[in-house]
């Protein structure tokens, strides 16, 4: 299957309820125009973890892919994500979430 693409929603100065989409095996996508940030909700029991998969290299080295956990009944945000280290060849970039159970995920620019 597919990796689910999350739609981007603005922040604004008056405030912005957020739209959330439940977490996918196959992982999401977002775009990968820079200034995202992923918002991740975890309403369950067990630890989740986060991969946001790098593509940047220098002299053979590849960076280390980010991303980190988020503990059972907490909130983590991820980024901003910048396309030279983070855009796949589509030109998003994607996360992956080692269990999508109870996860919940937005994406956000300023």
């Known amino acids: 299957m597919a990796r689910t693409t999350l739609a981007t929603q603005t ?7 957020p739209v959330w989409t439940s977490a996918e095996a196959d992982g999401h996508k977002v775009e990968g125009s820079g200034g995202v940030f992923i918002y991740v909700r975890n ?3 067990a630890t989740r973890s986060i991969t ?8 053979g080295l590849d960076l280390v ?14 980024g901003s994500f910048r396309g030279d280290i983070f855009n796949q060849d589509d030109g998003t970039v ?11 995920i937005a994406a956000f620019k300023l």
């Open 65 to 78: 892919d980010a991303g980190g956990d988020v503990l059972a009944g907490e909130d983590r945000i991820f």
């Open 11 to 17: 922040i604004r100065v008056i405030g912005t309820e």
């Open 43 to 45: 309403t369950g029991s």
């Open 52 to 59: 946001i998969p790098t593509t940047f290299s220098v002299v």
């Open 94 to 104: 994607h996360i992956d979430i080692d269990d999508p159970t109870d996860v919940q």
